[in-house]
């Protein structure tokens, strides 16, 4: 009985994590670029006290074995990256990703973060940042006398300067792929890490290569379904209760044997 009192505790546990992962989930529906997580769980190590197969005489072997389990535990918390609906604003400096890659940001420790978040906007400088002052890579300068800002769907990042009628190439946005975008590590602030999981990243032009394109004036949304994530949210109360009752169940068992011996 205290096997199944630490079975279920396992069960209490995990259970827990999910329900952190949804929250988190639900709590960041309104934040743009945001992809939706899900925990990943694996059985424990099973106590083998019959091997399938073993003979139980010279002619005859057993058709199945006898083994008890350990519980659950948490493995994996993963990211899902599925596109995002788009959002449109009509801000020349807003860019939201149409396919696979990430748009790269300079981190204050000298580190490249990649985003899916294009909320841009320039700083007093005139660079274009993030909404945490963080720098576009590569770096983009918009003159203080640019009337009107292009972004074109290859990254080309245009500006109408004031007294002439031709558009001045200011440079390039370029994206980021990763060979398994799930390998990257979330540090806040809509940004990423490049891991060892996650392999070297890919950088290229938009629209090369398998990279998705940018789309000027519009932002994309976070992923995250709301309906099917309180639908998550359900069963895993419901789980979180079972395990709690199984608690309960041997608690009695245990109970009744004391008072009887």
């Known amino acids: 009985m205290d096997r199944a009192l630490w079975i279920s505790k396992t069960g209490l546990e995990t259970q827990q994590t999910r329900m952190a992962v949804i929250s988190n989930n639900l709590a960041n529906v309104s934040t743009t670029g945001f992809k939706r997580g899900r925990g990943i769980f694996q059985d424990l190590i099973y106590q083998n006290i019959r091997q399938p197969g073993g003979q139980t005489s010279e002619d005859t072997n057993l058709p199945s074995g006898l083994m008890l ?35 790269q940001i300079l981190m204050p420790g000298g580190e490249i973060g990649y985003s899916r978040d294009g909320s841009f906007r320039t700083n007093d400088q005139g660079q274009l ?101 309180l639908v998550n949210m359900i069963e895993a109360q419901r789980a979180y209760e079972m395990n709690s009752k199984a608690v309960s169940a041997v608690d009695g068992m245990l109970r009744n044997l004391n008072q009887t011996l």
């Open 69 to 103: 389990g350990s519980g659950v535990r948490t493995v994996a918390t993963e990211k899902i990256f599925s596109q995002g609906n788009f959002v449109l604003t009509e801000n020349a400096f807003d860019v939201a990703v149409s396919g696979r890659g990430f748009m």
């Open 129 to 229: 940042v993030t909404a945490s002052g963080y720098i576009v890579q590569p770096g983009i300068t918009v003159p203080a006398n640019a009337q009107s800002i292009s972004i074109s769907n290859d990254g080309t990042v245009s500006a109408v300067i004031a007294g002439s009628i031709a558009q001045n190439q200011l440079g390039n946005i370029q994206l980021a792929d990763f060979i398994n975008p799930s390998g990257l590590q979330p540090v806040g602030d809509n940004l990423f890490i490049e891991t060892v999981a996650s392999g070297a990243p890919q950088v290229g032009i938009p629209g090369l290569g398998g990279l998705g394109t940018l789309v000027q004036g519009s932002l994309e949304s976070s992923n995250v379904n709301v309906v099917e994530e």
